[in-house]
């Protein structure tokens, strides 16, 4: 039986012990007037205890496009502490398996892998499954093997989690993470990810790799 599921029991219990209270208050005597309040006054803070407890226990969850944005923010509150590389260390945050909602990130990282990241986690970390971004196990890709996967979608129509393509003349050379509506997160120097608007260069093509 889960924590929610104890304390719905206790609180219909709690309830309970309320309502007859309550009774008791009205059938008390004169003499017993201020024993019979503070008894209703009591069951109404268990009753209120046991709301809290349950409230704390249904916490809405989050979607895998909520949590990409989570990881992104992430990247950029300690953009001081994550290095710029092309070289292999660039895939620390899904070796070392960094998850975000623990408050771990990538110590380094390019733009490619740094999204890949993004996505990585927000499929759930060591249990997202099939490499849906790159198709290389989530231990390689780049922004080549990142169009050769997911679904291509209209700048118009992108949403939180997408990635956003830039180039010139059709060429890709730079992948972002689109954080809200006209913002995405781009890692593509030292120091590290920064939120800029989402056309501050050319945009080549968005996709979508999340529900």
């Not at 008791?24 to 503070?38: F, I, R, T, V």
């Not at 660039?90 to 733009?111: E, K, T």
């Not at 989690?161 to 593509?188: M, R």
Request: hydrophobic letters at 35%; glycine letters at 8%.
């Amino acid at each position: 039986m889960s924590v929610e599921d104890r304390w719905r029991r206790r609180l219909k219990i709690r309830e309970k012990l309320l309502a007859r209270a309550k009774h008791a208050l009205a059938d008390a005597s004169a003499a017993n007037q201020n024993a019979a309040q503070a008894l209703v006054r009591k069951r109404e803070d268990q009753v209120a205890y046991a709301k809290r407890v349950i409230a704390r226990q249904v916490k809405p969850k989050t979607t895998a496009r909520e949590r990409a944005v989570r990881a992104a923010m992430l990247g950029v509150k300690h953009r001081d502490q994550i290095i710029y590389t092309q070289n292999p260390p660039r895939w620390d945050g899904i070796n070392r398996a960094c998850r975000a909602f623990r408050g771990q990130f990538p110590r380094s990282a390019d733009c490619s892998s740094f999204v890949t990241w993004c996505i990585w986690d927000a499929l759930g970390g060591q249990k997202s499954g099939a490499d849906r971004v790159n198709g290389a196990n989530w231990k390689a890709g780049y922004t080549g093997t990142q169009i050769s996967h997911g679904r291509r979608v209209s700048p118009q129509d992108a949403r939180p989690g997408d990635l956003v393509f830039y180039g010139s003349g059709g060429q890709i050379g730079h992948v972002a993470i689109l954080v809200d509506d006209n913002k995405v997160v781009s890692h593509g120097s030292n120091p590290g990810p920064m939120v800029l608007a989402a056309n501050y260069r050319p945009i080549v093509q968005v996709r979508s790799y999340l529900p």
